[in-house]
């Protein structure tokens, strides 16, 4: 059988170059436009690399400028070392006031006890009660101190009391106790705080808000006192930007309450405060 071989036809020599011309073009117009696509995506990259860059460096910044400015915020900050601390809560649940005062002249090296301060020199009157005409009476708590400190049944005393008390025991020394009133706590730190002396305040425990609580008749002028609940006397040794520091006798020493909360209580109670300072 016959096999008959076909020959590839060749095409002519002009459409071949025509062709050739065609792929030359059209490889050109793709080098082209992958140069012109790498170019654009380099510039993208530089540009973001850029500000990839630039927003590092403002958070860095920005980082390094919050550190200082919290330095810079807990940068004042004094704090009395050396203050010695006592609790009240076993011996003496309602006594923070003579507790707080011996802290203030253990401080000092007087050599004085809890006990003895109340036995000798706090001025101590009736607690209320009821008298047999149905009313209730008890003694003034800016002139003594309601019942016993070491009861359950005692109650408080305002800073002339305690005052009065103190001047009793620093009598014939060359310190003296001064009532400070009206007198913001901060002012109270700039001057007292800052030169190592710390003060007794007036305020409530743990600086929670106050409101009214019993009433009674004061015999020697016959008006009637209401009692300010959750009274309550504490040692400041300290201060910074945001927190006052006290040696609190109902909870631990050189604790830290917040500033706007403690000016509360303080002014709740009349913003009242002693200071033992050294007689000229």
């Known amino acids: 059988m016959d096999v008959q071989i076909r020959k590839k036809r060749r095409l002519p020599r002009q459409i071949r170059r025509k062709y050739r011309s065609l792929l030359l073009v059209k490889w050109l117009f793709l080098a082209g436009f992958t140069l012109i696509i790498v170019s654009l995506c380099s510039t993208v990259l530089r540009q973001r690399g850029h500000t990839i860059s630039r927003n590092f460096t403002e958070i860095a910044a920005g ?29 003496y649940p309602n006594g923070c006031e003579s507790v707080t005062a011996v802290m203030a002249l253990k401080y000092l090296n007087f050599p004085i006890t809890v006990d003895e301060f109340i ?39 305002f800073a002339p009391v305690i005052a ?78 945001e927190y006052y520091y006290f040696h609190d006798p109902l909870r631990s020493a050189a604790l830290a309450y917040d500033k706007g909360i403690t000016e509360t209580a303080y002014q709740a109670m009349g913003e009242q405060a002693i200071v033992i300072c050294k007689t000229k």
């Open 63 to 91: 980082s390094h400028s919050s550190a200082e400015s919290t330095t810079a915020k807990h940068a004042t900050k004094k704090i009395i070392s050396n203050v010695p601390y006592i609790n009240q809560t076993d011996s």
């Open 119 to 157: 036995n000798k020199y706090l001025d101590m009157g009736e607690a209320p009660h009821y008298a047999s005409d149905g009313c209730r009476y008890g003694c003034d708590p800016w002139k003594q101190y309601p019942g016993d400190p070491r009861s359950e049944n005692g109650w408080g005393c």
């Open 164 to 241: 009065n008390s103190l001047n009793a025991y620093l009598h014939g020394t060359s310190y003296t106790a001064i009532t400070l009133e009206k007198i913001p706590l901060q002012d109270i730190c700039t001057t007292y705080i800052e030169a190592d002396q710390p003060v007794l305040i007036w305020a409530t425990t743990d600086m929670r808000e106050t409101s009214s609580g019993s009433s009674w008749i004061v015999p020697e002028t016959e008006e009637l006192f209401t009692w300010t609940k959750y009274l309550h006397c504490l040692l400041l040794v300290g201060y910074d930007d």
